[in-house]
């Protein structure tokens, strides 16, 4: 089992550009989740996922969209990238309470 | 309502000694509560985690206590190791669902 995957694992944008922030699990997991994390703050909840087809926002998801058309995939979107969602994202998936962690994502916007 | 407030911020502690780090929470839906453990440039993974139904949990050194009447839970590491170096998060799930809200970390130090 590779568990979470992130692509890609650093990224540079330009204010205004857009990226797709890439996430699998081949864990069967039915939720997916993504999370952003500022330096020295927790965890942020961005949207989630409780299977294919479902999603809804988390905590903190203006500026971003997401999709889930299969149990493996669910992709982050950015449209019009600013300077405030310069973080490093965090892709994770559950089946029950655990929750599994990819590596992250660090992403600039300049 | 849905915060999670973890202290201190930073600790740093001598080989050999505990570690504790302490979290409080406002909301009593919540019923499960991991700690989490990140070393730098990896995503985090879950150490230890507790139900409101138990007062301690223990697994090797790491002990987690739990208050319910005082809304809050510690992490407590016996005989800390240069190794255990991390930040360590805490954070609570709501029982609507799976979501977790999670503490701001704690960055330990251990010094051999």
């Known amino acids: 089992n590779a568990g979470v995957t992130q692509t890609p694992k650093f990224r540079i944008l330009k204010i205004g550009q857009s990226m797709t922030l890439q996430c699998a699990q081949d864990?069967?997991?039915?939720?997916m989740y993504w999370y952003r994390q500022d330096p020295g703050m927790g965890l942020k909840l961005i949207y989630y996922?409780?299977?294919?087809?479902?999603?809804d926002k988390g905590e903190v998801p203006n500026g971003y969209n997401v999709s889930r058309s299969t149990t493996e995939d669910f992709p982050l979107r950015l449209e019009l990238a600013a300077p405030s969602q310069t973080s490093v994202y965090f892709c994770?998936?559950?089946?029950?309470?655990?929750?599994?962690f990819g590596p992250g994502t660090r992403l600039t916007v300049t | 309502q849905q915060q999670v407030k973890q202290s201190p911020q930073s600790l740093i502690v001598q080989k050999g000694g505990i570690s504790i780090i302490n979290c409080a929470y406002e909301?009593?839906?919540?019923?499960?509560f991991p700690w989490y453990q990140q070393f730098p440039g990896k995503g985090p993974a879950l150490l230890i985690a507790?139900?409101?139904?138990?007062s301690e949990k223990k697994e090797g050194r790491f002990t987690i206590s739990f208050n319910k009447s005082a809304k809050q839970f510690s992490l407590h590491i016996m005989d800390s190791q240069p190794g255990d170096s991390a930040t360590y998060f805490c954070?609570?799930?709501?029982?609507?669902?799976?979501?977790?809200?999670f503490g701001g970390g704690t960055r330990l130090m251990v010094k051999p």
């Open positions: 507790i139900r409101p139904d138990v």
């Open positions: 954070a609570a799930r709501n029982n609507a669902g799976n979501m977790l809200t």
């Open positions: 996922s409780v299977g294919a087809g479902i999603t």
């Open positions: 909301n009593t839906a919540f019923d499960y």
């Open positions: 864990m069967n997991h039915n939720y």
């Open positions: 994770a998936s559950s089946y029950a309470d655990e929750q599994y």
